[in-house]
């Protein structure tokens, strides 16, 4: 069964940065997908964070571009988001996803960040 485990949501200041780290097992890891989401607090609607493609490829959000960077360690069961100069508009939960050929998309529990000083 795969799984995905988010790591690394806390307390940072305005302007400050934050690493969440995202471990997923079970899988193959051929031809995955993995990202990050974040809902907002009171909010249903979970917003797109940024994408590493199977390829090594990546994408972001126009809120996060040029401010967050995703990652793959090179074992690739793991993502990272780099997170710099953090806003208080950036305080949600994060929540990492897998996608794999053929299978539905897996879903993490949920780290919380909030920027605040």
């Known amino acids: 069964q795969v799984q995905v485990v988010e790591s690394g949501g806390g307390l940072v200041q305005p302007g400050g940065s934050l690493r969440l780290s995202c471990a997923a097992s079970g899988s193959t890891f051929r031809d995955v997908d993995m990202g990050w989401y974040r809902q907002f607090a009171g909010n249903e609607q979970r917003e797109w964070v940024a994408?590493?493609?199977?390829?090594?490829?990546?994408g972001y959000g126009e809120s996060v571009k040029d401010r967050f960077t995703i990652s793959r360690a090179n074992a690739k069961n793991t993502v990272f988001l780099q997170m710099n100069s953090l806003k208080a508009e950036d305080t949600a939960v994060y929540y990492c996803?897998?996608?794999?050929?053929?299978?539905?998309?897996?879903w993490g529990q949920g780290t919380l960040v909030t920027v605040s000083s």
């Open positions: 994408l590493m493609r199977f390829d090594d490829s990546t």
């Open positions: 996803y897998l996608d794999e050929k053929g299978n539905s998309r897996v």
